[in-house]
């Protein structure tokens, strides 16, 4: 039998709220033993031991908390008394942890996340099925090698592609263009699809030995919006992403703002659509701008940061973006 383990962080899925409702609820407020206590089940899938790394809402994940989760990963791994780790986290950050797991990570083992939308004293709360779900999926042999995965409501993505979508609904995640990596059902996972870009052992980002992550902020465009917000954000930066519309554009006062801010810093322009690609353009050798190809710009921010921990060079940083 596969021995998982579960790294349990906070977030709806260990929330308590007033009976059978779905809002008005406490996050943190049951600990992982206590959840595993609700998967009916769950020891017939694996061996599953659990800690309790962080209790949080995932809004108030930091880069400090991705160093310190890879880091207990990688030395599990390492020490080879896991064979597929799980980790419960909250749906509003999960993304991004996922992807920020997906570079760091140094093992081939399944590293699975998952969540819920509903607190666990809902009526039909969504957490025990998808922690059985994500269990099934960390202990089976196919899900080894294709880098960090999400599991939620049924589904497995990548955690390159996977976004929520959905701010109310349980089946709040979806990869969009790309695709689900397969459907889960209940202990049986079925994939059909395998991530195309290199992750996890074939990265050259490592957290060992960092204390902090390099700070890169993200500006919003919208109609009209005072490019000020660019000079503001680059000054405490060492790295920005542009929210651009469409694919990447941006007003002409933004864009004199932004050529201003790429002298000093590199800037990265993506899209607030959620989805397309922002390829090259003339104007980015004029203004010294790259291009954030499919990353949405929360997932270009963690890229650009942990870039920035390996070099400093324009045309290295943008190889990272085609790449990964
Ligand atoms: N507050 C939650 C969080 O930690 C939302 C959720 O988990 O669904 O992100």
């Known amino acids: 039998m596969k021995k998982i383990h579960i790294l349990a962080t906070g977030g709806t899925i260990s929330a308590r709220g007033p009976a059978g409702r779905t809002a008005g609820y406490q996050d943190g407020a049951f600990r992982i033993e206590q959840l595993l206590e609700g998967v009916e089940g769950a020891a017939a899938l694996a061996r599953i031991t659990g800690e309790q790394i962080f209790t949080l809402s995932s809004e108030d994940m930091t880069g400090a908390h991705w160093l310190a989760l890879a880091r207990r990963i990688n030395q599990l791994a390492e020490e080879g008394t896991a064979d597929g780790f799980v980790v419960t986290h909250g749906t509003n950050t999960l993304e991004e942890t996922a992807y920020f797991l997906h570079l760091t990570v140094k093992t081939d083992r399944p590293v699975v996340l998952t969540g819920s939308m509903r607190p666990a004293t809902a009526n039909s709360a969504d957490g025990a099925q998808n922690l059985y779900e994500a269990i099934a999926v960390a202990a089976s042999g196919e899900a080894r090698g294709k880098g960090v995965l999400v599991v939620f409501s049924d589904g497995i993505y990548g955690a390159r592609g996977v976004q929520k979508v959905n701010c109310f609904r349980p089946d709040a995640f979806n990869s969009r ?56 954000l680059a000054g405490r930066a060492r790295g920005l992403v542009i929210a651009g519309a469409g694919s990447g ?57 942990l870039g920035l921990t390996v070099t400093d060079s324009r045309e290295a940083l943008q190889e990272f973006f085609q790449t990964y």
């Open 177 to 232: 263009d790309f695709g689900c990596l397969g459907y889960v059902q209940d202990d049986l996972p079925v994939f059909f699809q395998t991530p195309a870009e290199d992750h996890t052992l074939r990265t050259p980002f490592q957290t060992e030995g960092l204390q902090t992550l390099p700070p890169v902020e993200i500006a919003y465009f919208y109609a009209d919006a005072d490019p000020c917000v660019v000079p503001l």
């Open 249 to 305: 554009q941006m007003s002409s006062p933004w864009k004199d703002a932004v050529r201003e801010a790429a002298r000093r810093i590199p800037v990265v322009r993506c899209s607030r659509t959620g989805s397309g690609l922002v390829g090259r353009e003339s104007r980015d050798a004029e203004a010294g701008t790259l291009w954030g190809m499919t990353l949405p710009p929360v997932k270009a921010r963690i890229l650009l940061s």
